[in-house]
C-alpha cells in the first residue's frame, strides 16, 4: 500500500520540494491550498496531475477536518504559514492566525479524524531571534523578534504539548533559512539573484534592499525537505534544528552573487532603502545540527557559494527566456 501524505502550504518552495521528494518515494501525495480566483502554482505547475489539490484552508477548521477526510494521511507536513517575517508587523492577528493557531486547528482536527497520524510542524530558527546563545542547540532559549517569530514559537509549543498531553507522533523540524531557485522574491536571497541577474542582462541598474549587515545561516530547501521527513521515519517524535552550522551576511551574498557575473565592485548597484528595515531585526543566525546528524545521519549537502551560484544561473535562464 502507497504511504499517504498531505501537505499545506503545498504551492510554497518547501511544499513543492517536499511533493517532488515523497512522489519519488512513491507516495500518494495530497496539498492543501487556498481557494483563489488565480491559482498561485509557479512552483507545483509540474505537479499536476501527480499531486492531489485540496481546498481548504488553516484558517478554517472544518476545512481541515475535511482535507484529513478526502485525504486520509499517513502523515501530515504542516508548512502553510504567513512565513515574510518583514510582513508580519503590517499583518500581525493575520500571521498569528495563521502561522500560530494553524497548527493547533490540524492538531485538533487530526483528533477530530481519529486515526494515529505522524504530524511534522514548520518550526523556524526565527524563534531564536536575538540568539542568546551561538550556535543555536534545541536547548537554547527562545527570543523572537517578530509577531511572525511569536507566532511559529505558540505552533511549536502546542505541537509538543500535544504530543505530551495524547501521545502523538508530532514532530517539530528546526529549520534555519533555506533557499532554492523556487523562492519567493519577496525574501532577500531571490531578490538579490534575480536583481543581479538583471544587472547582468541590461534590464535594470540597481537593488534597493534593508539592512545589508544581518548574518544568516543558508541551506538548500530540497535539503531539508528530506530531514522533514527523515523525522517523520524515527522511532520516537523529538525536536530537531536543521541548519549548516555556517553563517553569511547579506553583504557576502551580495560578495558570491555580483563575483559570478564577473562584477567586482558592486556599490553603485545597491541602495539602501527605508522601507525594507525592519522595526526590530534579528542580526545573525547560526544553528548547531549536531543531534539530527547524531540521531538520523542528517547533514546539509550544499555549500553557500552554490546556492547562490544555482539561484543566479536559474534567474538568469529564466530571464533570459521571458526577453526571448
Ligand atoms: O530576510 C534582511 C532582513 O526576508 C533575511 C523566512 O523563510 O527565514 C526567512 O526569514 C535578512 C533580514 O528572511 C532586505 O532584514 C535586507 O535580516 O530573506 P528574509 P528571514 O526574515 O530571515 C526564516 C528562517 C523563516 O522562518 C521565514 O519564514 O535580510 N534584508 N534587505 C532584507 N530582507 C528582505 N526580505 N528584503 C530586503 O530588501
Redesign the pocket.
Known amino acids: 500500500m502507497k504511504k499517504r501524505a498531505l501537505i499545506t502550504g503545498v504551492n510554497g518552495m518547501d511544499g513543492s520540494h517536499l511533493s517532488d521528494f515523497l512522489l519519488d518515494k512513491e507516495y500518494e501525495v495530497f496539498g492543501l491550498e487556498r481557494r483563489s480566483s488565480v491559482k498561485n502554482r509557479t512552483n507545483t505547475s509540474h505537479l499536476e496531475g501527480k499531486v492531489r489539490f485540496l481546498t481548504g484552508d488553516l484558517s478554517d477548521q472544518n476545512s481541515l477536518l475535511r482535507a484529513l477526510k478526502e485525504s486520509n494521511p499517513d502523515e501530515v507536513y504542516n508548512l502553510g ?1 504567513q ?4 510582513e508580519s508587523w503590517n499583518t500581525p492577528e493575520q500571521t498569528s492566525d495563521v502561522t500560530g493557531l494553524g497548527a493547533l486547528r490540524m492538531l485538533e482536527a487530526i483528533r477530530e479524524y481519529g486515526k494515529e497520524i505522524k504530524f511534522y510542524q514548520a518550526s ?3 524563534m531564536f531571534g536575538r540568539m542568546v546563545e551561538n550556535p543555536a542547540k534545541e536547548t537554547t532559549p527562545f527570543y523572537p523578534r517578530s509577531p ?1 517569530g511569536v507566532s ?1 514559537l505558540y505552533a511549536h509549543w502546542i505541537t509538543k504539548n500535544y504530543r505530551e498531553s495524547y501521545d502523538m507522533f508530532n514532530v517539530s523540524g528546526i ?3 533555506h533557499e532554492s531557485e523556487r523562492r519567493g522574491h ?4 531571490r ?1 538579490i539573484t534575480d536583481g543581479v541577474a538583471r544587472i547582468f542582462l541590461g534590464l535594470s541598474d540597481q537593488i ?5 549587515d ?1 548574518r ?1 545561516d543558508w541551506g538548500y530547501s530540497p535539503d531539508y525537505v528530506e530531514a522533514m521527513w527523515m523525522m517523520l521515519q524515527l522511532e520516537d517524535p523529538d525536536d530537531y534544528i536543521i541548519a549548516t552550522g555556517e553563517c553569511h551576511s ?1 553583504r557576502e551574498f551580495l560578495d558570491v552573487a555580483f563575483n559570478h557575473v564577473g562584477i567586482e565592485n558592486w556599490s553603485k548597484h545597491v541602495v539602501q532603502d527605508p522601507r ?1 528595515m ?1 522595526p526590530a ?2 542580526d545573525v543566525l547560526r544553528g548547531d545540527y549536531g543531534k539530527a546528524k547524531n540521531d538520523f545521519g542528517w547533514s546539509p549537502s550544499t555549500s553557500f557559494e552554490n546556492l547562490v551560484k544555482k539561484m543566479l544561473d536559474n534567474d538568469i535562464r529564466l530571464l533570459k527566456k521571458e526577453k526571448n
Open positions: 504559514a512565513s515574510f517575517v518583514g523556524t530558527s526565527e511572525y511559529k529549520l534555519f533559512n519577496e525574501f532577500v536571497t531578490k534597493a534592499l534593508g539592512n545589508l544581518s544568516r547579506i525594507y525592519r531585526e534579528v
